[in-house]
């Protein structure tokens, strides 16, 4: 049986999800620049380079945390970080269920990242 709190696991959970989102979107964008008519080919192909690189970091880092490995928390608190003003855009942008989704998402894993029982599981006691 793992030592890893909950607080861990739901992180991993939503790094998961937002990993398997941005792989999808990178690997639609991928298929619609292959089977379509980009106006900019280049562009197009970036798009589609960096939603499958994003989604792959992402999932790593969801990984990391289920292994409870240290490294995994920095690059998740910024991932929520990062997400609270794309979500406010998406929000702004009348795209408000991708943006509360992705708000909630974001809040969810900064609260279970910072949380005690995770300072815990990931550092022990450093008094």
């Known amino acids: 049986m793992s030592n890893r709190p909950m607080t861990l696991t739901v992180a991993a959970a939503v790094m998961a999800l937002e990993g ?28 589609a380079a960096f939603g499958l690189i994003i989604g792959a970091a992402l ?5 990391g945390m289920l292994r409870s490995e240290r490294w995994a928390r920095s690059p998740g608190v910024l991932t929520q970080i990062f ?3 794309v979500s406010i855009t998406l929000i ?3 795209q408000r269920v991708i943006g ?4 909630a998402l974001a809040v969810i894993g ?14 022990g006691d450093q008094d």
Do not use: K, N
């Open 20 to 47: 398997t989102t941005a792989l999808l979107l990178g690997g639609y964008a991928g298929v619609e620049t292959v089977i379509g008519r980009p106006s900019d080919l280049m562009s197009s192909i970036a798009v």
């Open 59 to 63: 999932l790593w880092v969801g990984w």
């Open 83 to 85: 997400a609270i003003p």
């Open 92 to 94: 702004q942008s009348d």
């Open 100 to 103: 509360i989704s992705l708000i």
């Open 110 to 123: 900064l609260v279970t990242l910072l949380s005690p029982p995770t300072t815990h599981a990931l550092y």
